[in-house]
């Protein structure tokens, strides 16, 4: 499939996946739900995927992209009409999950097409232009969720996201010809299961820096949501400050040719933490539109950078046929971070407020920061 229209697709499927977070959350919280419940909520998104992942990415391994790509778009398409056909809730747990494991499936799928099919040279630049569609899919999915849910409420937005995903499946269906569907032709000459790789220090880097910058990614649409309601903001509102951030990861994508071209792998995640760092540090510290906003728009500076030094590295360090199964590893320790931390975050922000919740996972940036720049400092290679 040539990767210009795989990454419309993926623009559809992340909008809906994406738009379905911030709705949810704010529908919840219409409900009357705590910010626990919110948290519980979006936990619910990693819950399938933490334990599946690895199971996930053999199978994509083994049987190739299209069914997979099929099956979870499908599935995508109907977890996130649900709340709008069911408008109490009780469905957004249901939904939260099986949009949350679904996604999984696509994007593990998504990356090893782009991974399998790119030159080695060409890798990381490949990987560049699908963060570009995520970075587009992140503006669109929580700007169009906020207005829609200020001009029509809840319910159909989520009718309008679930549009989405089924203009992605019908664009599946057309190129289903163009996806790969049978065994991959290498087979690792040792498995010794998703420890074996967890032994490589390398990748061990990569899951564990790449684990904190989702988090804190992740985070920021939990918590924005719950912090602009505690300080007055509107639905409509919210959603700019949410697509700041995205408007920066699709700018700092845009300049990712020029910038890899400079920048090693390394640098540009250690680069990242510090950011990042930063913003966290910020955030507790100002109710201004104009100054979230600024702040939203240098952490999405610092997190849009670095996924494609992240999946290059990934890519590159891998066992031979077993990259699949290595971005399941990936998908695993992304989950159990968002698993764990919005409930814990969730728990923490009801009990005492959002400051701390910013401020621990600065906490856990700085560690992050210090693991990539230490390997920032070494010679090049595992």
């Keep these: 499939m040539p990767l210009a229209a795989l990454i419309v697709i993926t623009i559809l499927a992340h909008s809906a996946f994406n738009g379905s977070r911030v709705t949810i959350s704010l529908y919840a919280l219409s409900l009357g739900a705590s910010p626990l419940t919110v948290g519980f909520l979006i936990s619910l998104y990693s819950a399938l995927p933490m334990f599946l992942g690895v199971a996930a990415g053999r199978m994509i391994d083994r049987v190739g992209m299209r069914g997979?790509?099929?099956?979870?778009?499908?599935?995508?398409?109907?977890a996130v009409a649900l709340p709008g056909i069911v408008p109490t809730l009780y469905p957004l747990y249901v939904a939260a999950a099986c949009i949350g494991t679904s996604f999984m499936v696509f994007h593990i799928s998504v990356q090893h097409m782009v991974g399998e099919s790119s030159k080695p040279e060409d890798r990381r630049n490949n990987f560049g232009w699908l963060a570009?569609?995520?970075?587009?899919?992140?503006?669109?999915?929580?700007?169009?969720?906020?207005?829609?849910?200020?001009?029509?409420?809840?319910?159909?937005?989520?009718?309008l996201l679930s549009g989405f995903a089924l203009a992605a499946l019908f664009l599946l269906y057309k190129r289903r010809g163009e996806m790969r569907h049978s065994p991959h032709g290498t087979t690792p000459t040792h498995h010794g299961g998703a420890l074996e790789l967890l032994r490589i220090a390398e990748l061990r880097r990569v899951f564990i820096c790449t684990g904190l910058l989702a988090s804190a990614w992740d985070l920021f649409v939990f918590a924005m949501p719950i912090?602009?309601?505690?300080?007055?903001?509107?639905?409509s509102t919210i959603g700019l400050?949410?697509?700041?951030?995205?408007a920066a990861t699709f700018l700092v994508r845009l300049l990712l040719p020029w910038l890899t071209?400079?920048?090693?792998?390394w640098t540009m995640i250690a680069l990242t933490f510090a950011i990042a760092f930063t913003a966290y540090v910020l955030f507790p510290l100002v109710s201004s539109?104009?100054?979230?906003?600024?702040?939203?728009?240098?952490?999405?500076?610092?997190?849009?950078?670095?996924?494609p030094s992240v999946m290059s590295l990934m890519y590159a360090t891998a066992p031979e046929g077993r990259a699949g199964e290595a971005m399941g590893v990936r998908s695993t320790v992304l989950n159990v971070s968002h698993t764990i931390l919005p409930l814990l975050f969730g728990g923490a922000g009801a009990a005492l407020g959002m400051s701390p919740v910013f401020w621990t996972m600065a906490a856990f940036l700085a560690v992050g920061g210090r693991i990539a720049d230490k390997r920032r400092r070494e010679p090049a290679g595992p």
């Design 241 to 246: 400050i949410l697509g700041s951030f995205a």
């Design 132 to 159: 570009l569609g995520f970075a587009t899919s992140n503006f669109i999915g929580p700007v169009f969720s906020g207005f829609c849910i200020d001009g029509l409420g809840h319910q159909d937005t989520f009718l």
């Design 227 to 235: 912090y602009g309601t505690s300080i007055g903001l509107s639905a």
């Design 289 to 307: 539109v104009v100054l979230l906003s600024a702040i939203a728009f240098l952490l999405g500076l610092g997190l849009g950078a670095t996924q």
């Design 68 to 78: 997979p790509l099929m099956v979870s778009t499908t599935v995508l398409v109907a």
């Design 261 to 265: 071209r400079r920048i090693r792998e």
